[in-house]
């Protein structure tokens, strides 16, 4: 071992057991010690891509935001050696800690994230505190993908048909295939063999998790047990139950930033502002070309100019808010706050959709197998995951195996399911009743209530999540200021369909918990009574109709807030080619462009979107530069 590689092995240990309040006082000081040397090892391709201190006054693409999308923007953009792009980003760089997968409900409420809440409603998030949903959104370059929990899901094939059908030629399954397949590098050997659905040799790294508790096969045998097949849900059929894929390398997070934008740190015609939080793009209001970003850094206000493209990819609630901040959006809305509007486009902040699961479905069981957190956090573990990369730090947060299923509302000979389930080996009281509970913003009474008794038990969790929802939210401004947080509307459970759904999702994952698969372990469903539910008579559809609206959990999967649609679609935000209806050189490139959300995690759809974005700016400059050359060469002979 050389030097470095003990102490990087020393740094990811303390930092391991810092993030988790183990021996604060005798690591500090090795850890500054250690840190220090770190940071000198700056030519280590994998370490944090360096922040150009001195920007241009002008780049041919300013791409704004680094999240998922914008990761994966800069770097095929800058694949073209002639063109200079600037990725700015309101957030710093990922640490150690967002690499250890079991730590990443640490995150919620830190300083990487933007710590969005919901506008109180009564339809979803009684059981949180001022009936406000928490939507942790990543503040970091990575974005959501430093945050989450790193599960790989394609969606399904009738997703992107979808698309195809609703006046979007070149979405359609057999389309978008190949730029999933593009970014890909498929670890898993018997899933890298099936070369029709995955690759080798991209960017992003997708492996199964190095650790599984022993529920991660019984969790197969119980599906198979109710009639599923075992299957890659990312293959030819989705409907279910499998391990999950993982955006992971080596066992520890795969993001975004350290796929994409590591990797392209010394490309002369990159640069990268970090901490620097957009506030506006700028456009011509005769023209209607956009021609500049605005934003601040280091408490200053600064403009770059553009080129060629304005690239926003801010994600689903900031997206959205920077449109309308620079006058794309709702006309009445925008006069009502005093922004001048470039183009009345009412489609700006409106359908909204996630992805919501009932939590707290725990199921106690009688073995020492599950994930407690106190006891699988420890020097010994946290040893393991820095010398040989794997053991319990490496799972992300116990989620070990996956089931599409389909509820009595779904046809059952279609591979179109209704439900996802999430399968924990760990549930919202296995760390004690500290960081889920923060993380969701469950309040006391209710923690305390239902879950007390059986904090740091042995458990399993289901969480079955509604794939296609039917409610859509919205997003408005609060001000024209910049800075002032957008009103965020869920509507969660609006359409009584959602409700349906969702009860029969819970009804399924107690019927799980009822497989002799599961029962092996003892287990039986957690049926306290919940508070605001107990009047009802318990269990009856009535019951878990009321059950769900309380501790109502998002996946945080916010999109469609600027979706791409035909010109003929007032509500379209963005052609076919992501480019914003009525400006010229502006395009939105992230969740937000869906029309409809995935039946699946979004993350990887995302990161397609931007591989395809990335390929259409190219298509759109390459043949612009191309007949242009040929004009010359005509006007010449
Ligand atoms: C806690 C959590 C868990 C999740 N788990 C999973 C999972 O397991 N699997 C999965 O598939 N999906 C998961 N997701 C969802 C998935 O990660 C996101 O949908 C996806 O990352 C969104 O990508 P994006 O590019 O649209 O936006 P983001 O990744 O949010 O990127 C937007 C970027 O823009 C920056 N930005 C915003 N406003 C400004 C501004 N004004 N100026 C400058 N920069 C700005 C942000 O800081 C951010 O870096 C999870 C999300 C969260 C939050
Ligand atoms: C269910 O799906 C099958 C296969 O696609 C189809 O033939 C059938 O018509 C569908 N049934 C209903 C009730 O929609
Ligand atoms: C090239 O010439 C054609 C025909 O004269 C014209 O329509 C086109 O706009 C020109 N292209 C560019 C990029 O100047």
């Not at 309308?324 to 359908?351: T, W, Y």
């Not at 946290?382 to 794997?390: K, P, S």
Request: with cysteine; hydrophobic share 35%.
């Amino acid at each position: 071992m050389s030097v470095a590689t003990i102490i990087g092995t020393a740094i990811k240990t303390a930092t391991v057991l810092l993030g988790v309040g183990i021996g604060k006082i005798t690591i500090i000081p090795v850890l500054i010690a250690a840190l220090a040397y770190f940071n000198y090892d700056l030519m280590d391709p994998e370490n944090h891509p360096r922040v150009t201190k001195q920007l241009r006054k002008d780049y041919d693409f300013v791409v704004i935001g680094g999240g998922s999308a914008g990761s994966v923007l800069v770097n095929r953009l800058t694949e073209n050696s002639d063109w200079n792009v600037l990725l700015l980003e309101a957030g710093g760089h990922e640490t150690e800690i967002t690499d250890v997968p079991i730590l990443s409900l640490y995150l919620h409420k830190s300083k990487l994230d933007w710590k969005y809440r919901t506008q109180p409603q009564d339809t979803a998030c009684q059981a949180m505190n001022d009936g406000r949903c928490c939507w942790t959104r990543g503040k970091v370059l990575g974005g959501c993908s430093v945050l989450n929990t790193m599960l790989y899901i394609r969606g399904n094939r009738r997703d992107f048909d979808g698309w195809e059908s609703f006046g979007n030629p070149g979405w359609g399954y057999e389309d978008v295939l190949p730029y999933f397949k593009k970014s890909q590098d498929q670890r898993n050997p018997y899933l890298a063999r099936n070369t029709k659905y995955h690759s080798t040799g991209g960017y992003l790294t997708v492996q199964d998790s190095p650790y599984l508790t022993p529920l991660g096969v019984a969790f197969l045998q119980a599906g198979e047990e109710m009639g599923y097949d075992i299957c890659d849900i990312n293959g030819e059929q989705q409907t279910g139950f499998a391990f999950f894929q993982f955006t992971m390398r080596r066992g520890t997070r795969c993001s975004t930033a350290k796929a994409f934008v590591r990797p392209i740190q010394l490309r002369k015609n990159f640069h990268l502002s970090l901490w620097s939080h957009v506030t506006r793009v700028l456009i011509n209001p005769q023209n209607k070309r956009a021609y500049g970003v605005e934003f601040i850094r280091e408490g200053r206000k600064e403009v770059v100019f553009v080129k060629k493209e304005v690239i926003l990819s801010a994600g689903a609630i900031n997206s959205p808010q920077l449109l309308m901040l620079s006058g794309v959006g709702s006309r009445p809305h925008l006069e009502e706050l005093g922004i001048s509007v470039i183009k009345d486009s009412p489609g700006v902040g409106q359908n909204l959709q996630d992805h919501i699961a009932v939590g707290g479905l725990i199921f106690p069981i009688d073995y020492k197998v599950s994930f407690v957190m106190n006891r699988m956090v420890n020097i010994n573990t946290a040893l393991r995951y820095a010398i040989t990369e794997d053991g319990p730090l490496t799972s992300s947060v116990g989620l070990e195996a996956v089931g599409f299923i389909s509820t009595k509302y779904a046809n059952h000979t279609d591979d179109w399911p209704d439900i996802e389930f999430m399968l924990t080996s760990s549930s919202t009281t296995s760390d004690g009743g500290t960081h889920v509970k923060n993380a969701h913003g469950l309040t006391d009474e209710f923690y305390n209530e239902v879950f007390r008794q059986i904090t740091n038990h042995d458990v399993f969790g289901i969480f079955p999540m509604m794939l296609r929802p039917k409610s859509r939210g919205y997003i408005r401004l609060r001000s024209k200021n910049p800075l002032h947080y957008p009103l965020l509307y869920h509507n969660y459970l609006t359409h009584p369909d959602d409700v349906a759904v969702l009860r029969e999702g819970v009804k399924a994952a107690i019927a799980f918990g009822e497989t002799n698969s599961m029962k092996r372990f003892g287990s039986r469903f957690h049926n306290k009574p919940i508070p605001n539910c107990k009047h009802i008579p318990l269990y009856t559809d009535e019951y878990w109709n009321c059950v769900v609206r309380q501790y109502t959990m998002t996946i945080y999967h916010m999109s469609g807030t600027a979706k791409m649609g035909p010109s003929n679609d007032p509500m379209a935000v963005v052609n076919p080619e992501l480019r914003v209806y009525g400006v010229e050189g502006l395009r939105v490139i992230d969740a937000s462009i869906m029309p409809t959300i995935t039946s699946g995690n979004i993350n990887a759809p995302v990161i397609m979107i931007a591989e395809k974005g990335a390929d259409m700016i190219k298509a759109r400059w390459i043949q612009s530069s191309r007949s242009k050359r040929d004009n010359v060469t005509v006007a010449a002979s």
